[in-house]
């Protein structure tokens, strides 16, 4: 079976002259970066309309040692000379 042009449409041979968006692969190429943005936007949201709360860790305001900041925790124990605080 030949057409007017003289290819045949069913002899895989014969490149088809598909417009690129019916290519699943055209998709799939898009579809990944455009997650992403759709991810960094929603992930942009979420953490705009939830901000933490900056912790006032002046020495009255801290109540125990777990709610110290990491840098002080991290030298109290590295000095052995000092006895634990309770």
């Given at each position: 079976m030949s057409n007017a042009s003289g290819t045949d449409r069913h002899n895989p041979a014969t490149p088809e002259q598909t417009p690129w968006w019916?290519?699943?692969?055209?998709w799939m190429v898009i579809a990944g970066?455009?997650?992403v943005?759709?991810?960094?936007?929603a992930t942009a949201g979420i953490a705009i309309k939830?901000?933490?709360p900056v912790l006032?860790?002046?020495?009255?305001?801290?109540?125990?040692?777990?709610?110290?900041?990491?840098?002080q925790g991290r030298n109290h124990a590295?000095?052995?000379n000092e006895p634990a605080e309770r």
């Open positions: 019916r290519l699943p692969i055209v970066p455009a997650i943005v759709v991810a960094a936007i939830n901000v933490d006032d860790t002046t020495k009255d305001q801290v109540l125990s040692p777990s709610e110290k900041p990491a840098l590295a000095e052995k």
